[in-house]
């Protein structure tokens, strides 16, 4: 348990759905963050949130859609997504300071299937 | 953009042989991280390393902080079957950096 959940573990939708990802996380942490996960490839960040406020967005298409009402809570709202945007997505959390970042914590993920 | 050479890519060993894993970059890193990802579960620390030259070990797992600041490595000693997993190593640019780089893993299978 690492003080940061995911929910659900794993979902499947066509291309026409829209879904959301929810991420909580237990840790007093003052940033969340979204990566995906995809095969033989790094983690891609995609989002960050620091207080609330969307402090990084990786050029990520409009089809993914964060939302981040509190320090605590953090969503990732699905619509229209293609085949290739299948890959496991993670959330994460840490407590961001003045000098530098500190370590993530990872929550185990939703693996998202696109058909 | 910062990239990570992370490797090997994946291992097979016997049950009770020590491992070795790297990362390099051509760029200066002033954090490095290491994490274990295990099926079906997100990454989870490992270790955490802040300056050049720093060895920390946490249990059967010693890292070390390379002093051009530019590789990590990692090593397991006396490997057991709950090693399994794929080891990320991260780096951390500097200060006011908030984006940590990935590299790509190495996948470590431990035969019983």
């Known amino acids: 348990e690492t003080g940061v959940t995911q929910t659900p573990r794993h979902l499947v939708m066509g291309m026409t759905n829209k879904k959301s990802l929810k991420c909580e996380q237990h840790?007093?942490?003052?940033?969340m963050y979204w990566y995906k996960q995809s095969a033989k490839k790094p983690l891609e960040l995609m989002f960050v949130?620091?207080?609330?406020?969307?402090?990084e967005n990786n050029s990520v298409p409009s089809r993914f859609s964060p939302e981040c009402p509190n320090s605590s809570h953090l969503f990732l709202h699905l619509h229209t997504l293609q085949p290739e945007d299948s890959a496991l997505y993670l959330c994460?959390?840490?407590?961001?300071?003045?000098?530098?970042?500190?370590?993530?914590?990872f929550g185990s993920g939703t693996q998202l299937s696109v058909l | 953009g910062q990239q990570l050479n992370q490797s090997p890519q994946s291992m097979f060993i016997q049950e009770g042989e020590d491992v070795s894993m790297n990362c390099t970059s051509s760029?200066?890193?002033?954090?490095w991280l290491w994490y274990k990802q295990e099926p079906g579960e997100g990454p989870v620390l490992l270790i955490a390393?802040?300056?050049?030259?720093e060895l920390t070990s946490n249990g059967r797992l010693t890292a070390q902080f390379g002093i051009t600041r530019k590789d990590s490595f990692l090593n397991i000693s006396a490997s057991i079957p709950s090693d399994v997993g794929i080891y990320f190593c991260?780096?951390?640019?500097?200060?006011?950096?908030?984006?940590?780089?990935f590299g790509k893993g190495t996948k470590l299978s431990v035969i019983p």
């Open positions: 994460a959390s840490s407590q961001q300071n003045r000098v530098q970042n500190e370590k993530l914590f």
């Open positions: 840790l007093g942490h003052n940033a």
């Open positions: 949130y620091n207080f609330k406020e969307q402090t």
């Open positions: 760029s200066i890193f002033n954090t």
């Open positions: 390393l802040y300056k050049a030259g």
């Open positions: 991260a780096g951390l640019s500097g200060a006011g950096s908030y984006q940590l780089t």
